[in-house]
């Protein structure tokens, strides 16, 4: 049995590694309040020439979150090998989807037409409001059955 614990951050490694190494750094940082349980930190691919194996690899990192981060940048929606696997893997186990806009960011709207999500900018204190209370509401979304993309409205 595997235990959620994690939390998963897909993005598009090329564009926006600088974003995710952001969250890794706040995570680190004793003095901000952000903690990333990283599911990266589990076992790598053994062969990274191989697509299979790569998503292999992928499910079984999504498989132990409990929670999804989004990094949304200029080229995100492009990535419909692996970051759109991921995404489209982390909605069939229902797992909240939390989208971090980078200034300029495209939304990958058609990724998330049977499925809600919610989008902060890629902010602190909004990626931590996220965390806390996306996963009971996007609970409650997935039962009604409410699909797209959500943002707070204050």
Same mark, same amino acid.
């Given at each position: 049995?595997?235990?959620?614990?994690?939390?998963?951050?897909?993005?598009?490694?090329?564009?926006?590694?600088?974003?995710?190494?952001?969250?890794?750094?706040?995570?680190?940082?004793?003095?901000?309040?952000?903690?990333?349980?990283?599911?990266?930190?589990?076992?790598?691919?053994?062969?990274?020439?191989?697509?299979?194996?790569?998503?292999?690899?992928?499910?079984?990192?999504?498989?132990?979150?409990?929670?999804?981060?989004?990094?949304?940048?200029?080229?995100?929606?492009?990535?419909?090998? !692996?970051?759109? %696997?991921?995404?489209?893997?982390?909605?069939?186990?229902?797992?909240? *989807?939390? #989208? @971090? $806009?980078?200034?300029?960011?495209?939304?990958?709207?058609?990724? !998330?037409?049977? %499925?809600?999500?919610?989008?902060?900018?890629?902010?602190?204190?909004? *990626?931590? #409001? @996220? $965390?806390?209370?996306?996963?009971?509401?996007?609970?409650?979304?997935?039962?009604?059955?409410?699909?797209?993309?959500?943002?707070?409205?204050?």
């Amino acid at each position: 049995m595997v235990y959620r614990t994690k939390m998963y951050v897909a993005f598009d490694g090329d564009k926006d590694m600088k974003y995710y190494n952001t969250l890794k750094m706040w995570s680190d940082n004793n003095r901000i309040d952000f903690s990333l349980k990283n599911a990266h930190d589990l076992k790598q691919a053994r062969d990274t020439s191989l697509p299979e194996s790569i998503k292999r690899s992928l499910r079984d990192r999504i498989q132990a979150s409990k929670i999804m981060i989004l990094i949304v940048g200029e080229e995100t929606h492009h990535h419909t090998k !692996f970051v759109k %696997y991921e995404v489209e893997y982390a909605q069939s186990l229902g797992m909240p *989807i939390i #989208l @971090a $806009v980078i200034d300029g960011g495209i939304l990958p709207n058609s990724w !998330f037409t049977n %499925y809600p999500a919610i989008r902060v900018p890629f902010k602190l204190e909004r *990626i931590n #409001l @996220a $965390v806390a209370n996306w996963p009971e509401k996007s609970k409650e979304h997935v039962r009604k059955g409410d699909v797209g993309i959500w943002h707070y409205t204050s």
